[in-house]
């Protein structure tokens, strides 16, 4: 089993409509839950942080948390073709340390 | 300097040559991550820096890679005998401390190459 796992993808949006990514993740110590955007050829670029459980906002972007169960969301609203690109889970804390680790990536389409 | 940055942005090198990436952090950054991400996955830790140490290395895949900070800014990533698997792009991210909240900024990462 991964460490942090999502799915690939891709996940094909209509342009406006909601984007739901999916991570679950196998410590339980984890802390701190990061949701980066790598666009194809570049490098990832931070587009939130979470540390407790519940919903965070901004702008455009909803990430939740769930511990319980082990799981972190992002949701993309009002979702643009510039919204294409791979959305990165990473976790860090617990027995990982300060070292993220990140899942595998889910690829995002948004069609206009 | 405003971001981080990673020297050389591409090297092609050949089977059993020596290359070191190298890496500048953000100004005042005192930790400083390498990672490696292969095509179509995401990036996995090698190496981290708290100052002029190394803190964690058990990323690292074998004793040909090694990374040094001398002075706790500038890194460099080296790696001996390379081989056709070592191809991949190098990531190098900083952040401002090590507690685990601290976010980590990327570089544009250099591809490397090996034939």
């Known amino acids: 089993q991964k460490e942090v796992e999502q799915n690939s993808g891709p996940l094909s949006v209509p342009e406006g409509a909601i984007a739901s990514l999916n991570c679950t993740y196998s410590d339980r110590g984890s802390q701190s839950f990061f949701w980066y955007r790598q666009y194809s050829g570049k490098s990832p670029e931070l587009i939130m942080s979470?540390?407790?459980?519940g919903d965070k906002e901004d702008g455009r972007f909803t990430a939740q948390l769930n511990k319980a169960s082990q799981y972190v969301s992002l949701l993309i609203r009002d979702s643009q073709p510039s919204d294409s690109a791979t959305y990165l889970c990473a976790v860090n804390g617990g027995a990982a340390g300060n070292k993220l680790t990140f899942g595998g990536g889910t690829r995002v389409l948004v069609k206009p | 300097g405003a971001g981080v940055s990673q020297t050389p942005s591409n090297k092609v090198t050949e089977k059993g040559k020596y290359v070191e990436l190298r890496c500048d952090p953000i100004s005042g950054h005192t930790a400083l991550y390498w990672y490696r991400q292969s095509l179509g996955q995401g990036p996995e830790f090698l190496i981290y820096f708290q100052g002029t140490g190394a803190a964690d290395d058990s990323g690292l895949p074998n004793d040909r890679f090694f990374a040094v900070r001398p002075e706790g800014s500038v890194s460099t990533l080296k790696i001996q005998r390379t081989e056709r698997g070592d191809s991949a792009v190098y990531l190098c991210?900083?952040?401002?401390?090590?507690?685990?909240?601290?976010?980590?900024?990327f570089g544009a990462g250099t591809r490397l190459s090996v034939l």
């Open positions: 991210a900083s952040s401002p401390g090590t507690g685990g909240g601290n976010i980590q900024y």
């Open positions: 979470i540390y407790s459980n």
